[in-house]
């Protein structure tokens, strides 16, 4: 059983200067554990241990592929405790044991995909423009900090950790207060594997402190950030004083978008999987779903159906797809925007309520929900819910289409139901989103760059030039004419 009230500093496992705080299961109130909290006297010491870790000449000068060994080596670990992984994070997040087996085994994958791209990733000479040879070369930022929300914490910590590390930085990880356990076992999972002490440390806290230490500290040379994006805004705010890089992957509002010629079938499975799975606590979330007129309403009545079938439940009872919400006051905000909707006039076609009875009561669940007749430009279609809250909006030409859908302060992702790929690729070219699915929805791979445009985020990560945002461009200018410079000849 793993120790949660020890946090991990400099490579050091001990009592955090922030007390502890609690774990509570979603599912019931029930207290998983109690973890250790951070200070900012924490943060000091981590910068300084990661400093001392990222110059040892050692981890300085580790071939690429001999730092990949010790990648694979973690992403095998990983792999090997997944099932323990999905049991505490189910138990921290609610999520269901399917999906966080899911984000264990993408954690491992990221490792492996990480470590295969650092072998492969080539330095540059570039093309001479005189008696010289240049080369373009990277070099390690130093230490680096990941600061991550609480949604997937073993996939998001995965995601910023291994380029990271690959890069050749140490990296200070600050997990999100509701759900810290999975990266303090994360943390575990790294050092057993051989990770040299101070390249990682795990600093649970809040945000505005620990979290706020770790952004302005001097001796941190870049945030990866992903969260809300009014914590991504402070965050650049900040980053911008200190002329620091930082990259935010934020929120997002994502259109889904169904054509009359859609497969009907494919579309109903895909639009329930985008909003309903992770019950729409998901960045990527499709919660505005855009149907032409002509179909709307047979369209709509298939998916209120389908959806009052959806199985709620505990994330550990097998069969649940919808678990309940990662916490009690997150189920009340997303409560709190639907009932302000309907205040507002717009119609509750399923859902639209915490469901009851025994098995419902203690925990923080909420029907998967969809909403009609809302106005665009109202909170709902507007604003991130974060929950399993899909509004439905009838149209009827393409350029309202595509008003409607860009009219957003976000740019994350969007998806296009539709036979005609013409269409479905002009389409794609003018939805301001970093990620377009068509004929499927909220798929992932590791080696397919991720972002947002707009208020969704600034930078990218997986894909083999991730491990790039994690490191510094060097030139190089080799002389190589037998004459002495002419200037100096006169
Ligand atoms: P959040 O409130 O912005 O928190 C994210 C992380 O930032 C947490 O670790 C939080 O710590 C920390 N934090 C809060 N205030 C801070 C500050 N002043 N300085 C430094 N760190 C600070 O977001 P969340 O509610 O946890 O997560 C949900 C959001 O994440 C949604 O908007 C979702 O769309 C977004 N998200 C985006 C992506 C993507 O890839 N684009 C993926 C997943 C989630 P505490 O928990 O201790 O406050």
Known sequence: MTDFSQIFVGGQWRAGGGGLA???D???GSLVARHGVASVADVDEAVAAGHRA???AEWRGMLPHVRARLLHRIGDAIEAQAEEIAALQTADTGKTLGETRALALSAAGTFRYTAAALETLDDALTTPRGPFMTMSVHEPIGVVGAITPWNSPIASDAQKVAPALAAGNAVILKPAEWTSLVSLKFARI????GLPAGLLSVLPGPGATVGDAIVRHPGVGKISFTGGTVTGKRIAAIAGEKLMPVSLELGGKSPTIVFPDADIDHAIAGIMFGIFSSSGQSCIAGSRLFVHRSIHDAFLARLVERTQALRVGRGTQSGTQVAPLVHFAHRDKVAAYVEAAQADGARIMCGGSAPRGAGYDDGAYYLPTIIAGADHASAIC???????VLVAIPFDDEDHLVAQANDS?????????????????ALARRIAAGTVWINTYKQFSISTPFGGVKESG?????????????????SLY?????????WANG
């Open 22 to 24: 609690d774990s509570i």
């Open 26 to 28: 979603p599912a019931d």
């Open 54 to 56: 990222a110059a040892d």
């Open 190 to 193: 790294v050092e057993a594997a």
């Open 382 to 388: 507007q604003e991130e819910v974060f929950g399993p």
């Open 409 to 425: 302060v976000y740019g994350l992702a969007c998806g296009i139901w539709t036979r005609d790929f013409a269409r479905a690729y």
């Open 458 to 474: 600034m930078g990218r990560e997986k894909g083999r030039e991730g491990i790039r945002a994690y490191m510094q461009q060097k």
């Open 478 to 486: 080799w002389g190589l004419d037998p004459q002495p410079l002419p």
